[in-house]
């Protein structure tokens, strides 16, 4: 039994499939005689802050530093690592960006309040979407799964621009200044070629305090942090840089724990007042049809563009159709989605509604996306 649990966690699905179970408690706890208990615990406070507010702002800052600390491995020594790497997978995130924001304003664009969550489809759950090309295993060439992992990447680095440019709020100027300043620390620790976890550790966590205190999510402490990491060391004197240590220290917390937590804190929809008319409110259909179909549509469009124009080629080992079938799989928008639906509205009615169309968008881009590859020949050699 327990040579099997531990298989299960370090096989590659395993991170998407907790987070499911974990999204599925939140919502079968919010429809059941516990919901009084579940929507009250997270709204109790601790320490100033709400249980929620804790988990989106205090756990999510962790989640931020390790997809930090991934994005910079990636651009520094891994898929992303030349720009002939980054063309490909960098055009077709921003297609993959566009397409699901202009669709969700085609039905929201009239209504202020609702505007607001046009970047809501726009971004790719990395660990569903990876999940689902494991259980699918050789079927999928290796060079459609490294495509995948950067352009999820590139993805989660705009989905960061995107909240630093369009969801901060008013700004305290005071706490900013000194969050520059202790970046300015950090970063100098970095060129000095600093290598103790200690102090970054501390200047990380006065860093979140001071975003979280001038206006600017404190979640993007922990992207900052990260990039002031070092990933170039002196080997004489340490074995590993600590970039890779604490990328790896963070993975299964990170897998198993944090986005588990923040499924299982947000997934909660009351369905006490459903109707078939939620389903066809402007929010829950400009985000269904934002991730079901922009995204596939606009990478699957932008990459056969560029390849008819010489200007890109086709994944080796990969079939059109196999391509499609990943487009699909970016319609899977479960965490960030979810996230960036926080940051857009005030309003738990639309809140709601964003939820809806999250849970509809990425499981129909989940099961389509997984049956098109299950399904697809391969290429001929």
């Known amino acids: 039994m327990k040579r099997k649990l531990v298989s299960f966690f370090q096989s590659e699905p395993a991170a998407g499939i907790v987070l499911m179970l974990a999204a599925a408690l939140g919502l079968a706890a919010a429809n059941s005689d516990a919901a009084g208990y579940y929507f009250g615990a997270l709204g109790s406070y601790v320490a100033g802050l709400s249980v929620l507010h804790w988990v989106n702002d205090g756990l999510m800052a962790v989640f931020f530093l390790y997809v930090g600390l991934e994005v910079k491995r990636e651009l520094l020594r891994g898929e992303l690592d030349t720009n002939s790497k980054r063309f490909l997978p960098a055009i077709a995130a921003l297609a993959g960006l566009a397409a699901p924001a202009g669709i969700y304003l085609l039905f929201n664009g009239s209504d202020a309040a609702a505007a607001q969550g046009w970047a809501i489809p726009a971004a790719t759950d990395i660990a569903f979407a990876l999940g689902v090309l494991a259980l699918l295993g ?41 969050a520059a300043a202790v970046l300015a620390v950090l970063f100098v620790l970095n060129k000095k070629g600093v290598t103790k976890t200690l102090p970054y550790l501390l200047l990380g966590l006065l860093l979140w305090f001071f975003f979280l205190k001038s206006g600017i999510h ?127 509205f005030n309003s738990p009615a639309l809140q709601d509604f964003s939820k809806v169309g999250v849970f509809m968008g990425s499981l129909l881009s989940g099961i389509l996306g997984y049956a098109v590859l299950r399904l697809a020949p391969a290429k001929q050699r």
């Not at 992992?149 to 909240?163: E, H, K, Y």
């Not at 929809?269 to 409110?281: I, N, Q, R, Y």
Request: overall charge negative; aromatic content about 14%.
């Open 218 to 344: 404190a979640t993007l402490a922990g992207v900052l942090l990260a990039f002031t990491v070092p990933l170039r060391i002196n080997e004489d004197t340490i074995d590993e840089p600590p970039l890779l240590v604490w990328e790896h220290a963070l993975t299964y917390w990170v897998s198993f724990l944090i986005v588990p937590v923040f499924g299982f804190a947000n997934a909660g929809v009351s369905f006490a007042d459903f109707s078939t008319e939620t389903l066809f409110s402007p929010v829950v259909l400009g985000i269904a049809l934002g991730l079901f179909a922009g995204k596939q549509f606009g990478i699957f469009g932008i990459v056969w563009l560029l390849t008819k124009l010489r200007l890109a080629k086709l994944p080796e080992g990969a079939t059109w159709l196999q391509l499609y079938g990943v487009a699909l799989l970016c319609g899977i928008g479960f965490t960030m989605s979810l996230f960036i639906s926080l940051l857009a």
């Open 138 to 178: 050789s079927r999928v060439p290796v060079s459609l799964k490294i495509f995948l992992t950067a352009l999820a990447i590139m993805d989660d680095l705009a989905a960061i621009v995107i909240i630093a440019l369009f969801y901060t709020e008013q700004l305290a100027v005071n706490y900013l200044l000194l």
